[in-house]
């Protein structure tokens, strides 16, 4: 997390994160960081990374808000269409796909620089995603 904001000590990371440095604190010793807080960072990343490529922040905001919609259509179809015989495998198989899923989006759309470009590549996702053989294309996705 440190370095995806590029800071080096747990008191930076707290300021990055608008926190007090006791909660960086408590989270090393829970030995885990909230999932907000995790968001939080990725989120402020991609902000910065964006102000310095010349894209906005509500550009980057777009993209992930829009990864993450075809990433919950995916998992809505695949609960649809895909049924193993081992409950706990497909829940592994779904988590692994989708987050194959959601990385293979987040590099399709690091191209669009605008709303209008973003919301035409979110459209083509999206149809290709509800046609798709989704197990099969989903596993050449990585």
């Not at 995806?4 to 006791?22: I, K």
Request: aromatic share 10%.
């Amino acid at each position: 997390m440190k370095q995806a904001l590029g800071v080096e000590l747990d008191r930076d990371l707290a300021e990055a994160l608008g926190l007090d440095p006791t909660a960086v604190s408590a989270w090393r010793r829970r030995g885990k960081v909230p999932d907000k807080y995790v968001l939080r960072a990725a989120s402020r990343r991609d902000q910065f990374i964006g102000s310095k490529i010349g894209v906005s922040a509500s550009i980057v905001a777009l993209r992930e808000a829009y990864a993450f919609a075809l990433v919950a259509l995916a998992a809505r179809l695949i609960d649809e269409r895909i049924s193993f015989s081992d409950k706990s495998y497909q829940d592994v198989w779904t988590g692994f796909r989708l987050y194959g899923l959601y990385e293979y989006l987040k590099d399709r759309f690091r191209e669009a620089n605008s709303e209008d470009t973003l919301r035409h590549a979110y459209e083509e996702a999206c149809a290709q995603i509800k046609e798709a053989d989704l197990p099969v294309w989903l596993e050449t996705l990585g």
